[in-house]
C-alpha cells in the first residue's frame, strides 16, 4: 500500500468536496431525526408488546 497515493487521494477528495448550504443541511438533519425517531419507535412498540403480553 503506497502511503503518498492515500495521501493524494485524501487531498483530491477534500479539493472536491464542497460545503452545504443552510436548506441541504437541514433536509439531511430531518431525515437523520426521523430515522432515529422511527428505529427508537420501532423499539417502543416492542418493547411494550412483550411487556403487555407475557409470551410462554
Excluded at 477534500?14 to 430515522?35: C, E, F, N, P, T
Aim: glycine share 8%; net charge positive.
Amino acid at each position: 500500500m503506497d502511503l503518498n497515493q492515500t495521501f493524494k487521494d485524501m487531498a483530491n477528495t477534500l479539493k472536491i468536496a464542497k460545503k452545504s448550504d443552510k436548506d441541504d443541511y437541514m433536509q439531511h438533519l430531518r431525515l437523520v431525526l426521523l430515522g432515529i425517531a422511527g428505529i427508537g419507535a420501532i423499539g417502543f412498540i416492542i418493547q411494550f408488546v412483550f411487556s403487555v403480553f407475557r409470551f410462554g
